[in-house]
């Protein structure tokens, strides 16, 4: 995500044709620090999913982000992350 905002910036003839790739970037850069990662993660599900429906060209990319976005919304920080530091790490125990 953070690859195709500064690609799209640099591209954009207008800057706010970016904004959408750009609102993707810093989400990126925030689930790759750990920081917020559920609703980061939500946010860039969405915006990847405006950008596959509404802008053109190939749609492989943006639905993929989409999806990997949503999964790290539900999968939450890992261990490493700032949002564990924060707020404690969280972990399920599945008594079989």
Known sequence: MIYYGVLARAQAPHFELAVPQIVGAACGILILAGLWTPVAGTIAAAVE?????????SAGTPVVLAVL??????????????D?????RKQIDADL
Do not use: E, K, T
């Open 69 to 82: 976005g949503l999964s790290l919304a539900m999968i939450g920080p890992g261990a490493w992350s700032i």
């Open 49 to 57: 999913a405006w950008i596959a429906f509404f802008q053109p060209g």
């Open 84 to 88: 564990a530091r924060l707020f404690g």
